[in-house]
């Protein structure tokens, strides 16, 4: 009897410090029609909501790093559709063009899926105040609504927020 009370002890024990050392939770944020999971150590610095209901999050993930999470109402008047590029995809060019201009080079575009919307997703380079980043920039929409994420990661850090981004956007909702 007492050899499997010391069993059961020591399974507890193990049961005990193991749940101790999962994974932190993840934070939700909810709020503006925006619900996504995110790391506790990303503290939110800024949420804003301009005169045009424009949405603008910023989250310092630490290291130099950041997060920005913007939403666009009535996207479709900010960027019509032309011949050839419907709303999202002429949004994106946009951006696309904007960050060219400003000496972003482009490392890799796709497209993906967000929250079971289409999605444009394109990994650039960009050197600022003389950092070199690496960076993430993902635009979707969901009816006349865009959402924008743009990760700035510094290279070291780069690999392992990409991954922590991959989870926002799987667990991001909107409604």
């Known amino acids: ?4 009370l010391i069993a059961a002890g020591v399974l507890l024990v193990a049961l005990v410090l193991g749940a101790g050392c999962s994974a932190p939770e993840q934070v939700i ?3 503006h029609g925006l619900s996504f999971t995110h790391p506790p150590a990303w503290n939110l610095t800024e949420d804003e909501v301009d005169a045009g209901g424009n949405v603008t999050l910023t989250f310092d993930l630490g290291g130099g790093s950041q997060l920005f999470v913007s939403t666009t109402p009535n996207l479709s008047a900010q960027f019509p559709p032309t ?3 419907d709303v999202l995809n002429r949004w994106f060019t946009e951006s696309r063009a ?3 201009n400003v000496g972003a080079a482009v490392i890799e575009e796709k497209q993906v899926m967000v929250a079971d919307n289409p999605a444009h997703r394109m990994l650039y380079a960009l050197r600022y105040d003389d950092i ?3 960076n993430v920039l993902v635009v979707t929409a969901r009816g006349d ?3 924008t994420f743009h990760l700035w ?3 070291r850090a780069h690999e392992q927020l990409v991954s922590e981004l991959d989870a926002v956007l799987g667990s991001f909702q909107t409604g």
């Open 145 to 147: 609504t865009g959402y």
């Open 132 to 134: 070199a980043y690496r």
């Open 98 to 100: 904007h960050l060219l």
């Open 153 to 155: 990661a510094l290279p």
């Open 29 to 31: 944020y909810q709020k």
């Open 1 to 4: 009897m007492r050899p499997l």
């Open 83 to 85: 011949e050839r590029l």
